[in-house]
């Protein structure tokens, strides 16, 4: 399903993320497809698109129940039209990363193969049916993204 697609039937929350091998972006998928229900009631559908491979997408999302769309972006053009950046190494080591690290390896979400740049940022946006950007958010850091919450708030347009 292509982010037009998407846009025919309403507005987006779009999250951009590493790959799946990332333990914060396997948390975050999780979350996601958890609270899909939430974000249509609040009149979007979700979006993620990450790194990996089309054919990990499928393994991943199959073996976990994940069935919210996820697009591979393997050579990242869409994260260049939307202007997501890198970070630099010592983002890695922020105590908040390493914490944030240490706290999912204990909830299972592990590091799993690398399949991107681990330097890649993650970020979020609101997309309006008109195609437009209503919200922002550009990550600092793999833990920085937009709060589920929020990101509803602005679909009901609080």
């Known amino acids: 399903m292509s982010l037009a697609d998407k846009l025919a ?3 987006v929350f779009l999250s951009f993320l590493r790959y799946i091998g990332c333990p914060f972006c396997r ?3 999780h979350e996601l497809n958890a609270r899909k229900a939430e974000v249509a009631k609040a009149g979007g559908s979700i979006l993620v698109v990450l790194e990996s491979t089309p054919k990990r997408v499928v393994e991943y999302s199959t073996k976990n129940g994940i069935s919210i769309p996820i697009l591979s972006d ?3 053009k869409v994260f260049a039209l939307y202007g997501v950046e890198r970070g630099s190494a010592t983002m890695l080591l922020k105590p908040r990363v390493l914490a944030g690290t240490v706290r999912l390896t204990l909830r299972g979400f592990m590091h799993g193969m690398p399949g991107g740049d681990e330097l890649q940022l993650p970020a979020d ?3 309006g049916k008109n195609g437009r950007v209503e919200l922002a958010h ?3 850091d793999p ?3 937009l709060p589920v919450d929020l990101a509803i708030a602005a ?3 609080k």
């Open 143 to 145: 833990t920085d993204s």
């Open 155 to 157: 679909l009901r347009g």
């Open 138 to 140: 550009y990550g600092t």
């Open 27 to 29: 948390a975050r998928i």
């Open 74 to 76: 393997r050579e990242k």
């Open 9 to 11: 039937k309403g507005r």
């Open 125 to 127: 946006f609101i997309i």
